[in-house]
């Protein structure tokens, strides 16, 4: 923890004309790493609930910032703006970089269905309590899915505006509904009589949900582009600042939702196979007012809205490039087939797998978020390259404790998907 102590401090020292950089940086960071998928949070901790989900949480983001910092490291020692399919193959060869890339393609992919999954759920969800019109989950699926890809396919400006103005969106809806939820948590809710032991099981199957939460790692790259320069502080600050604002909007989240909902009443929610709009309903049937649910809808839906055109724009652009294809018209539409249409058809199909597909994206993140940093900083330690001075602290100790971390993670989704952890079901 010295370096994150060091860091914090650091963040004081750094120069005024590198603070507008650094603020920009770190709301980057945050924005990457904060989407729809938080939404699966107080799910997956309904069975060790909010005392050790916290504790967790706080683990999972200082494994995530450390293996950050070590793409950070490995960044350094090349051009501004290397891409993570560059620093791959120079340091963990053409096989680290294939497994890399395949990784980094399924996650888009999952996350993609994920948020068709969670955006038809609310979508259901509004209008049936708005007004009274029952939308099947399939159909909801197709006007979601269909409704966001178009401002992909016209291209970046577009996604650019729509997003301004849905993140606008989000801040303030999620001020609004946040400081109502907050002020009516029950302390008896958020800590209940409840033996660590019963709680402690429930880890295993919850982890990866939170390792993906921090699922930033993508955009370090840029970010070293972004802010410029081989001088590392006001980037490690940023990495700092912005993770630090995830995990602090996350603890908000749970405090709202785990303060207002009892642990039992997540039976109906997991038995509903934990989508949004079954989490929203729960809290609806606890008496918040009107307001409290109608801010919450919309951030909800402006938060899948936002994380789809995100993910979706990351893979569109991802494909593009790895099969060749045009940027004019006939070009695109041939790129927008193979990005929505897969996860459209499973979205169509089978409407309720969110938390499902959040759980597989985390099998997939573990590679390029935390285990492939760590390979490649020990490649490049050996390789002895020159290109920077920084070096991140800990040693091997921090090191094999974010490789564990990761490892960890991977097992556990492999053994979730087995069915063989054990699972709250209320």
Known sequence: MND???????????????????LGGALIVA???????MFSLPVVSSGMWFSV??????????????????????????KDGASFDTLAGKTIGNTGRLINGASVAFVCYILTYAYISGGSSIISHSMESLAGIAVESHLASLIFAVGLSVFVIIGPKAVDRITTVMVAGMVITFLSFTGGLV???????????????????????????????????NCVPSLVKYMGGKESRPLRNAILAGSLL??????????????????????????????????????????????????LQVFSQLAVATSFVGV???????????????????????????????????????????????????????????????????????????????RVSGGNARLWLVLTFGVAVMLLEVLNMLKVLPAFTG
């Open 53 to 78: 989900s916290i504790a967790v949480l706080v683990l999972a983001w200082f494994c995530c910032y450390s293996s950050a910092l070590y793409l950070l490291e490995v960044n350094l020692h090349y």
């Open 31 to 37: 924005g990457t790493g904060i989407g729809a998928g």
């Open 246 to 295: 995830a995990l602090v909007i996350y603890i908000l989240w749970q405090v709202s939702i785990m303060g207002n909902l009892s642990r039992e009443a997540f039976g109906g929610v997991l038995g509903s196979g934990g989508n949004i709009g079954a989490l929203i309903r729960a809290l609806e049937d606890t008496g918040i007012s009107v307001h409290l649910s109608g801010a």
């Open 4 to 22: 994150v102590a060091v860091s914090a401090g650091d963040i004081g020292s750094t120069p005024r004309s590198s603070l507008s950089k650094v």
């Open 183 to 217: 002020g009516s948590a029950q302390q008896e809710t958020l800590f209940p009589a409840l033996p660590v032991s019963e709680s402690l099981p429930f880890v295993l199957m919850a982890l990866p949900f939170m390792m993906v939460s921090f699922g930033f790692h």
């Open 312 to 390: 979706s724009l990351g893979l569109f652009d991802y494909l593009a490039d790895l099969f060749g294809f045009s940027d004019d018209m006939p070009g695109r539409l041939k790129t927008a087939a193979l990005t929505f249409i897969p996860p459209t058809l499973l979205g169509v199909f089978i409407p309720d797998g969110f938390i499902t597909a959040i759980g597989f994206a985390g099998l997939g993140a573990t590679f390029f978020c935390v285990i492939g940093p760590v390979l490649m900083v020990r490649q490049t330690r050996r390789q002895g390259l020159s290109g920077s001075s920084f």
